[in-house]
């Protein structure tokens, strides 16, 4: 999937992605990027993940371990604390409420599209 998300939209509930794809499995950086690429957000950039990250792990959601590279320098991988558990368990549940919410609205039908000029 290639089509872009409102950056507005996808501001609110990166953390959430963040947090569930660490829950998933340890990941570093570059890793998280592609595997939020891979899941449709392709225009998902580092410039965007990376302080994301850092701000879960100044929050206490995230800790992180350097792990040596053959490939460069080491890496910085990313896991779920005890709070990043919770985090994510209490923003799952509100982003369901969310979309039960924003689906009822949607989903009301519609009387017959006004004219053009009205």
Do not use: C, I, N
């Not at 879960?56 to 990043?84: C, D, F, H, I, N």
């Not at 009301?108 to 599209?113: M, N």
Request: charged share 20%.
């Amino acid at each position: 999937m290639t089509s872009s998300h409102d950056p507005q939209l996808l501001k609110g509930v990166l953390s959430l992605l963040l947090l569930h794809l660490l829950a998933e499995q340890e990941s570093y950086g570059y890793e998280v990027v592609q595997r939020l690429q891979g899941a449709g957000f392709a225009d998902v950039l580092e410039g965007t993940v990376y302080p994301a990250l850092a701000r879960l792990e100044r929050e206490g959601r995230l800790a992180s371990r350097l792990v040596a590279s053959s490939s460069g320098p080491a890496r910085k991988y990313y896991r779920l604390t005890a709070a990043g558990h919770e985090a994510l368990a209490a923003g799952a549940a509100g982003w369901a409420r969310h979309v039960a919410s924003v689906d009822a609205v949607l989903s009301r039908p519609l009387s017959a599209a006004p004219q053009k000029g009205s």
